[in-house]
């Protein structure tokens, strides 16, 4: 199970303010870990302050140590194997203890990950060692090189979280940049440092909060381009949107269909409820704008298939489209079936409170508005 995870507390609709902070330092600068950790270059072991080296042993290190160890060594000389283009592979002198050293550090970083889950006592992954079991965590912000960096920070309102396999996470890899500034990593769930929260949404969704506790990622986790991230964003949601308007387009239709039996079947003022003219003409509105919101969608779903050039303002338009007008037909389709509607179990007390998020999500109508005006105007200059 995937999530995409760009919302923050503070950065909803204006994504580029986002401030997930993805923290490290040029290869071969030395650093110092906040517990007195020496860091030289990637694969160069470092020495603790007390004199302890950092190598393969020590299984009573944190996994996130365990999983920094193994990256390091199957980055050093003659640790990776070399795969020819032709699909064959050099085995190199020490890929094989590289290659365990990573497994091993993998396993170290899921214990530690399942230490935190169970509430275990002792220092866990993401804490500084020696904090008490319980006590407010503190982010150990480790310069790690510029293809390995820590991600501090915080995630809201994420589609899937906690529940999710991995997530496509976009953290601020060049400060006060913008949007320019912001890079893709994918992230897997048990990574040491990263937990989740559920949040008690109105539609029962699994909806939830990530926090960042210096959770380490490496250039193999980068989607696209570092500070590029922003355009894996925004191609994503060319694609999320007209989905999201598919959803929209089917509750539409659901809303529309239970409608259409209600008023043919409802006796009211000696004849049916569709024999009422403003109840007739209403339903002919609904079904009207039904189908426009789907051709919509399918003309969205098709530029985007054949790649054109007008994909972002046609995505947003179905989006626009698609979920305004199924705000429009589930609450008219309550009112047309009176109190029975809100009853708990109902199908449109269901639709009613599962068709206001979409209106919000994947970028909020007054978005969609602002992109399809932008891209309107952008062609009349290129005129």
Known sequence: MAAFALSEP??????????????????????????????????TPGVRAEGEQVGRGAAEQSGAARWERGRADSEAPGARAETQRSGSESAAPGSQAGRESVRQGAEGARAGWESVRRGAAGPSAGREPGS??????????????ASRWRLTG??????????????????RTTPGAGARGVTAFLVPADRPGL???????????????LAFDAVPVSADDVLGEVDRGFRVAMGTLNLFRP????????????????T?????????????????????HTVAEMALRTDAARLMVYAAATAYDEG?????????????????????????????????????GHLLEHLYREVRAPRI?????????????????AAVEVS
């Open 361 to 377: 999500y994947e970028g909020a109508s007054e978005v969609q508005r602002g992109i399809i005006a932008k891209e309107l105007y």
């Open 243 to 258: 989905s999201v308007g598919a959803f929209a387009v089917g509750m539409a239709q659901a809303a529309l269909e239970a």
């Open 260 to 280: 259409l039996a209600h008023t043919a079947r409802r006796d009211a003022f000696g004849g049916k409820l569709r024999d009422l003219q403003s109840v007739a």
């Open 154 to 171: 915080e995630k809201c309102w994420i589609s899937n979280a906690p529940e999710a396999d991995f997530y496509t996470v976009f953290a």
């Open 10 to 43: 503070g950065a909803g609709s204006d994504a580029a303010a986002l401030g997930l902070r993805a923290e490290g330092e040029p290869v071969g600068t030395p650093g110092v870990r906040a517990e007195g950790e020496q860091v030289g270059s990637v694969g």
């Open 195 to 209: 937990t989740g929260t559920a949040l008690d949404m109105l539609s029962p969704h699994p909806i939830g909060a």
């Open 132 to 145: 008490a079991a319980g006590a407010p965590a503190r982010p150990v912000a480790v310069p790690d090189g």
């Open 308 to 344: 054109a050039p007008d994909v972002p303002k046609r995505a947003a338009m179905a989006k626009l489209l698609a979920t305004e007008t199924a705000q429009y037909v589930v609450d008219t389709a309550v009112q047309l079936h009176g109190a029975r509607a809100l009853q708990r």
